[in-house]
C-alpha cells in the first residue's frame, strides 16, 4: 500500500500511559483506547467505552460544593 500524506491515517488500538482527552469525552489514562495521526500533525483519541460506561464514568466523578 502506497502512502498518502493527505489521507487520514487508520484507527489503532493504544494503551493510554499517559494522561490524554478523547474526542468528546473526557481524560483517559492507563487504559485502551484508539488513536490516529492528524493530517496536521498530533494525533486523534476515541474511547472503546460505550455509552453506557461513559455514562457510569461520569456520574462517578465527585461534586464539590463551596468552593
Known amino acids: ?3 498518502a500524506p493527505h489521507m487520514p491515517h487508520r484507527w489503532e488500538p493504544w494503551y493510554a500511559w499517559y494522561p490524554v482527552v478523547v474526542d468528546g469525552d473526557s ?3 492507563l487504559e485502551f483506547v484508539w488513536r490516529r495521526k492528524r493530517l496536521k500533525g498530533g494525533w486523534n483519541y476515541r474511547t472503546i467505552r460505550s ?3 461513559e455514562q457510569v464514568a461520569e456520574m462517578s ?3 464539590y460544593e463551596g468552593f
Request: no cysteine.
Open 1 to 3: 500500500m502506497m502512502y
Open 27 to 29: 481524560l483517559f489514562w
Open 51 to 53: 455509552l453506557l460506561e
Open 61 to 63: 466523578f465527585p461534586i
